[in-house]
Nanobody, 117 residues
Framework: QVQLVESGGGLVQPGGSLRLSCTAS??????????MAWYRQAPGKERELVAT???????NYADFVEGRFTISRDNAKNTVYLQMNSLKPEDTAVYYC?????????WGQGTQVTVSS
């Protein structure tokens, strides 16, 4: 069973930075290349894609990222990261880690990011 656990959320002022982490269990990145993604869901809105890191190939970002976020992974730690810089109030949301193994999607529990002065 694949499990994803996010961490790193919190309250930050506009213009600040946060690094989110998502640690996977039940799968070993260095043995089974696995695509990973970050989504977010703001209150009253649908969940939306933020960034993807395929098992092979380039990373991709939503247009609203505008070069502010970077997705990366550490296979030795079975962890994927989302470095978020120049945060805006509209980035406030619950951020979720996602992967798909053998066509089955898995989600973490989410981590709250609040950008406010």
């Amino acid at each position: 069973q694949v499990q994803l656990v996010e961490s790193g959320g919190g309250l930050v002022q506009p213009g600040g930075s946060l690094r989110l982490s998502c640690t996977a269990s039940g799968i070993i990145f260095r043995i089974t290349p696995t695509g990973m993604a970050w989504y977010r869901q703001a209150p009253g809105k649908e969940r939306e894609l933020v960034a993807t890191m395929p098992a092979r190939g380039p990373t991709n970002y939503a247009d609203f990222v505008e070069g502010r976020f970077t997705i990366s992974r550490d296979n030795a730690k079975n962890t994927v990261y989302l470095q978020m810089n120049s945060l805006k109030p509209e980035d406030t949301a619950v951020y979720y880690c996602n992967t798909k193994v053998r066509s089955v999607p898995y989600w973490g529990q989410g981590t709250q990011v609040t950008v406010s002065s």
